[in-house]
């Protein structure tokens, strides 16, 4: 299937591992040229000229920290001074840390706020009208299953993942006349530093250790594994391609059927 990436231009926002780095390699293969970000300028220069290498894509890469409003003004203004436009947009950021709400200071709230939220926000601005004047454009943002199913110790990311959830809804029916989809992907239990972070910090309350921990999240996962960053990774590029352009104002999970719900 030819998805109608190749020469689009996408900016895959804190790309230079994990779930980002997966989306922006699978992009790359189908040909569109990327703009990479991460606030680690040696890592981002690494993943950067590795995903080059192998695709032939080109890549630039810009050190940039999501949370700050002016360094979001400089990679979009980065981007569209190398490749002319910015065709798509896929926001990311690492997660808010776990917590109960007794544990979590308003400092924390505030932080969460700014690097789930008002990132995502901030970048929509920037590239949207662009992507008006066009009349085509792609949003896609990294949310988590959280949305539909809340987990217990991440209060911190379930609600600031509800509430780009409804950022995004509500953008989609504003901008889908003018060729933009707006769309949330929710990855499950995928295998990434985050998430072995997360069973580190889950397993040392619980006094197990942290492959007994992963355990339990292997057995609430009907398929009995956890997730690949590639597998999310090309649901992502789908929604971004040409080949969905009648898809907005939607939250697709990639869980292995981890969420129960009927919708």
């Given at each position: 299937?030819?998805?109608?990436?190749?020469?689009?231009?996408?900016?895959?926002?804190?790309?230079?591992?994990?779930?980002?780095?997966?989306?922006?390699?699978?992009?790359?293969?189908?040909?569109?040229?990327?703009?990479?970000?991460?606030?680690?300028?040696?890592?981002?220069?690494?993943?950067t000229?590795?995903?080059?290498?192998?695709?032939?894509?080109?890549v630039l890469?810009?050190?940039?920290?999501?949370?700050?409003?002016?360094?979001?003004?400089?990679?979009?203004?980065?981007?569209?001074?190398?490749?002319?436009?910015?065709?798509?947009?896929?926001?990311?950021?690492?997660?808010?840390?776990?917590?109960?709400?007794?544990?979590?200071?308003?400092?924390?709230?505030?932080?969460?706020?700014?690097?789930?939220?008002?990132?995502?926000?901030?970048?929509?601005?920037?590239?949207?009208?662009?992507?008006?004047?066009?009349?085509?454009?792609?949003?896609?943002?990294?949310?988590?299953?959280?949305?539909?199913?809340?987990?217990?110790?991440?209060?911190?990311?379930?609600?600031?993942?509800?509430?780009?959830?409804?950022?995004?809804?509500?953008?989609?029916?504003?901008?889908?006349?003018?060729?933009?989809?707006?769309?949330?992907?929710?990855?499950?239990?995928?295998?990434?530093?985050?998430?072995?972070?997360?069973?580190?910090?889950?397993?040392?309350?619980?006094?197990?250790?942290?492959?007994?921990?992963?355990?339990?999240?292997?057995?609430?996962?009907?398929?009995?594994?956890?997730?690949?960053?590639?597998?999310?990774?090309?649901l992502?590029?789908?929604?971004?391609?040409?080949?969905?352009?009648?898809?907005?104002?939607?939250?697709?999970?990639?869980?292995?059927g981890?969420?129960?719900?009927?919708?």
């Open positions: 299937m030819d998805l109608g990436l190749k020469d689009k231009v996408a900016l895959v926002a804190a790309s230079s591992q994990g779930l980002g780095r997966a989306v922006a390699e699978e992009l790359a293969a189908e040909g569109a040229s990327l703009v990479l970000c991460a606030r680690n300028a040696t890592t981002l220069a690494e993943t000229a590795a995903i080059a290498d192998r695709t032939g894509a080109h890469g810009v050190p940039a920290d999501v949370r700050d409003e002016e360094q979001i003004k400089h990679l979009v203004a980065a981007g569209n001074e190398r490749f002319g436009r910015i065709d798509i947009l896929v926001t990311n950021a690492g997660g808010p840390p776990a917590g109960r709400f007794d544990q979590l200071t308003q400092e924390q709230w505030e932080q969460a706020i700014q690097l789930t939220l008002y990132s995502t926000v901030r970048l929509a601005r920037a590239v949207l009208p662009g992507m008006q004047a066009r009349r085509w454009g792609r949003i896609l943002n990294i949310t988590s299953i959280a949305v539909k199913q809340p987990i217990d110790g991440l209060l911190l990311s379930n609600s600031m993942r509800a509430a780009v959830t409804g950022f995004a809804r509500t953008l989609a029916n504003e901008v889908a006349t003018e060729g933009v989809t707006v769309n949330n992907i929710m990855p499950g239990y995928t295998r990434t530093d985050r998430l072995q972070e997360l069973a580190e910090y889950m397993a040392q309350k619980q006094g197990i250790t942290e492959s007994e921990f992963r355990g339990t999240w292997e057995r609430e996962i009907p398929m009995g594994r956890l997730g690949e960053p590639r597998e999310l990774a090309a992502a590029t789908f929604l971004v391609s040409e080949r969905a352009s009648y898809i907005t104002g939607t939250s697709i999970q990639c869980d292995g981890w969420i129960k719900s009927l919708l």
